[in-house]
């Protein structure tokens, strides 16, 4: 399971604080708490004004190449602005992201067609985020199509089959499982991750929702997942999952995981 760190994002409250403080030993932290627990890649949003974004992008992209490691995920809606942040990435990461609207695919692939940047591929085009699994689908499709043009291959798309708000949309879970079925069984090597939390905006005690979520998207094809790492029940529940769908050979890394005290009781 590809675990994708989401804590670096300007939407969230306590982030948000620390960016408009320029909080240097905040961000750091989150960076580095996140590495320690396990994600491969670090999500870093500004979730600020279109005017500040870039700034505050490059600032934050600084402070987390400085504390750790760990590839970054360029997240912005605006391709012009993850162009803007390549270079000044030290190795390839992940782009989040690229949807079939707005041209956005014509924009971005022709410049990482030949490195090895990873790419979020939202299932949404100018029509919208659709709920109809068959229409989530099809703009995978559209654009596993697009990346092939460009020689892009499969393993490097992770599609987001966009899951919906379950407080509007109470098919939600089960139109995205349908959809990830189904890219699945079409393209093996293309990876489907999604944003755990979407799917309980607005409801009570989201994090029963979130894990309950997490087991059924991995039971249909989830690889990976924009998460909060240092979260031991969804930790937890996530190495559990592997075991039983029996992707965690003789337990070992649910076994380690626990002896590194990721999830379980907190060590003294």
């Known amino acids: 399971m590809i675990i994708i760190g989401e804590k670096i994002n300007g939407s969230i409250p306590s982030t948000a604080k620390a960016i408009a403080a320029r909080d240097e030993t905040y961000i750091r932290g989150l960076a580095r708490r996140q590495a ?17 974004e870039r700034d505050t992008l490059r600032w934050l992209i600084s402070l987390v ?16 602005v993850i162009l803007e942040m390549i270079p000044g990435v030290k190795k390839p990461g992940m782009i989040n992201s690229v949807s079939d609207e707005a041209r956005k695919c014509e924009r971005l692939f022709p410049h990482v067609a030949k490195s090895e940047w990873k790419i979020i591929a939202l299932t949404c085009d100018d029509n919208g985020i659709p709920t109809d699994p068959d229409v989530k689908y099809s703009v995978a499709r559209t654009i596993i199509e697009k990346a092939a043009v460009h020689g892009i291959a499969r393993d490097r798309l992770f599609v987001d089959a966009l899951v919906n708000t379950i407080g509007t949309t109470p098919e939600a879970q089960i139109s995205f499982s349908a959809a990830v079925r189904e890219i699945k069984r079409t393209w093996p090597e293309v990876h489907i991750t999604s944003g755990l939390s979407n799917i309980s905006f607005g409801m009570p005690f989201r994090k029963a929702i979130n894990m309950s979520f997490l087991t059924l998207a991995m039971r249909a094809g989830m690889d990976s997942a924009i998460m909060d790492p240092t979260d031991r029940d969804m930790l937890g529940m996530l190495y559990a999952t592997q075991v039983l769908l029996a992707q965690d050979e003789d337990c070992v890394d649910y076994l380690m995981a626990y002896r590194d005290g990721l999830f379980g009781a907190k060590k003294s």
């Open 65 to 80: 190449q400085d504390e750790v490691d760990t590839p970054i995920c360029i997240d912005s809606s605006n391709p012009e």
């Open 36 to 52: 320690e627990c396990g994600a491969e890649y670090l999500d870093v949003n500004a979730g600020t004004t279109p005017e500040q």
